[in-house]
T-cell receptor, first 111, second 112 residues
């Protein structure tokens, strides 16, 4: 079975721009979660979607948003990029809610 | 979610058992204990989880104390590929929804 895939793997953006990251979960998984990882803050939960509905949300500003499609694929969007948004963005999918399977991440650099 | 405390780093010799402790003294009765690990530059990998009883799978064993205030992850025969940051997390699952709150973890180095 294919794992979680994330596109693109690397991205460079300029301050003030917006960015959309994509995540395709493992086939059959309906829950998708997003995390941000930085050297200073570590791994932080962004939000979780299930059946196109956001079920959980972390403590991030409204510039961070997401959505999930009927095929369980998910996107996250960051608007008005700041230098501090440079991070590894990780997506994870889950079938049962117990085990989360992470993708390789998208490394975003904001200049 | 209960806060967990782990030692920042540990070393273990290849072939020996690696025992990684975790303190979660404020864990509530329905919070699960999870262990994930992250090998450099990769996404975290699920290892094991448990509620009250000890658990074992093909990767590791999880020993939870009777009062549930601490737990130990055991890698029975550590290999160099087990070098990673190991995260202990206490989290609720509500209607299948889970939010993992990662701490700083333990950087485990397996030495040849």
């Amino acid at each position: 079975k294919a794992g979680v895939t994330q596109t693109p793997r690397y991205l460079i953006k300029t301050r003030g721009q917006q960015v959309t990251l994509s995540c395709s979960p493992i086939s059959g998984h309906r829950s998708v979660s997003w995390y941000q990882q930085t050297p200073g803050q570590g791994l932080q939960f962004l939000f979780e979607y299930f059946s196109e509905t956001q079920r959980n949300k972390g403590n991030f500003p409204g510039r961070f948003s997401g959505r999930q499609f009927s095929n369980s694929r998910s996107e996250m969007n960051v608007s008005t990029l700041e230098l501090g948004d440079s991070a590894l963005y990780l997506c994870a999918s889950s079938l049962s809610g117990f085990e989360q399977y992470f993708g390789p991440g998208t490394r975003l650099t904001v200049t | 979610d209960a806060k967990t405390t782990q030692p920042p780093s540990m070393d273990c010799a290849e072939g020996r058992a690696a025992n990684l402790p975790c303190n979660h003294s404020t864990i509530s009765g329905n919070e699960y204990v999870y262990w994930y690990r992250q090998i450099h530059s990769q996404g975290p990998q699920y290892i094991i989880h448990g509620l009250k009883n000890n658990e074992t799978n093909e990767m590791a064993s999880l020993i939870i104390t009777e009062d549930r205030k601490s737990s130990t992850l055991i890698l029975p025969h550590a290999t160099l590929r087990d070098t990673a940051v190991y995260y202990c997390i206490a989290a609720l699952i509500i209607q299948g929804a889970q939010k993992l709150v990662f701490g700083q973890g333990t950087r485990l180095t397996i030495n040849p």
